[in-house]
Nanobody, 129 residues
Framework: QVRLVESGGGSVQAGGSLRLSCAPS????????MGWFRQAPGQEREGLAA????????GYSDSVKGRFTISQDNAENTLYLQMNSLEAEDTAMYYC??????????????????????WGQGTQVTVSS
């Protein structure tokens, strides 16, 4: 049973920073990709960033490129999302996701909800202006 547990959410003022963490467990061999998504009330789940766990290549959505950084610590088996220059529009529930199989499309396609196999329960990020 694959399990993803997010942490690090909270409340911050606009312009501030937060770092989210995700600890995956319960799988053999590891996911091929890990990613971060977010969902605000009444909106679709939006893909933000993804990382190929083997090559460490990364891809980002236009909405967060240059502000957010996805990374992994293989020794600690932890995925991170460093979020800088936060804006009120970044307020949402943030989810960690895992994909077990290879992906042969582009990053934009990978950052669609249907490309992922497992999800965490989410961690809330609230940015006040």
């Amino acid at each position: 049973q694959v399990r993803l547990v997010e942490s690090g959410g909270g409340s911050v003022q606009a312009g501030g920073s937060l770092r989210l963490s995700c600890a995956p467990s319960g799988y053999t061999g590891g996911p091929r990709y890990m990613g971060w998504f977010r969902q605000a009330p009444g909106q679709e789940r939006e893909g933000l960033a993804a990382i190929n766990t083997g090559t460490s290549n990364t891809g980002y959505s236009d909405s967060v490129k240059g502000r957010f950084t996805i990374s992994q610590d293989n020794a600690e088996n932890t995925l991170y999302l460093q979020m800088n220059s936060l804006e009120a529009e970044d307020t949402a529930m943030y989810y960690c996701a895992a994909r077990l199989e290879p992906f042969y499309g582009d990053w934009r396609s990978l950052l669609l909800r249907g490309s992922w196999d497992y999800w965490g329960q989410g961690t809330q990020v609230t940015v006040s202006s």
